[in-house]
């Protein structure tokens, strides 16, 4: 059994690869072939987070059309789809975010945000605790989120890949629990 954080093109061909969790951007068609069965885990939200002395921190929900001259933090590669997301929705706002940094360790992406090298979208199960020195926000609108799943090979039949399926499932539900057992403290809900 072979299992992957992240689905390599030649794993794909020689059929190494029994399972890999994968994230996209809603709607996404993800480069899986059909021999490739996806299992939905999570729906991952983005979060704004901005330095505490940002003009836009006192705000609980924040327009994204107020951020189009702020510096943005993205990932180290551009087709990320949380990326590709923020350059949806700013499309939709008549505006393409300006990245200055790229990095993929969210915890450094917290620290350029901290040092007010600009603002950043990061996925809520990726935020970890956040820094008492960033305030952390939610967009206005409808949410923006990347997908969580976990592809499993079809022709594997080894009961440990479903029960890592089952066990997946169970703590994707756990989280979302938290989350809104949080939300519905913080009067979010």
């Known amino acids: 059994m072979c299992i992957a954080i992240h689905a390599r093109r030649p794993c794909q061909e020689k059929r190494e ?3 890999a969790l994968v ?18 885990l999570l729906h991952d939200p983005l979060q704004l987070v901005l330095p505490e ?31 590709r997301l923020l350059s949806w929705a700013c499309a939709q706002h008549s505006f393409e975010p300006v990245h200055t940094l790229r990095t993929d360790d969210y915890a450094v992406v917290q620290g350029f945000v901290a ?7 990061i996925p809520r199960l990726a935020l970890g605790p956040p820094r008492h020195d960033v305030a952390v926000r939610q967009l206005k609108g409808a949410p923006l989120a990347r997908e969580i799943s976990v592809a499993v090979l079809r022709t594997t039949a080894a009961r440990s890949i479903r029960e ?11 989280v979302q629990r938290r989350w809104s057992d949080a939300d519905a403290d913080a009067g979010l809900a």
């Open 53 to 83: 002395d940002h003009r836009c921190a006192d705000q609980a929900h924040v327009p994204l059309e107020e951020l189009k001259d702020d510096d943005w933090i993205g990932a180290a590669d551009p087709r990320d789809p949380c990326d």
């Open 164 to 174: 890592l399926v089952e066990a997946l499932t169970e703590q994707a539900k756990l």
């Open 17 to 19: 690869l029994h399972a």
């Open 115 to 121: 040092a007010g090298a600009g603002v950043a979208l």
């Open 23 to 40: 994230f996209s951007q809603p709607g996404d068609r993800l480069d899986l072939d059909d021999d490739f069965e996806l299992y939905p």
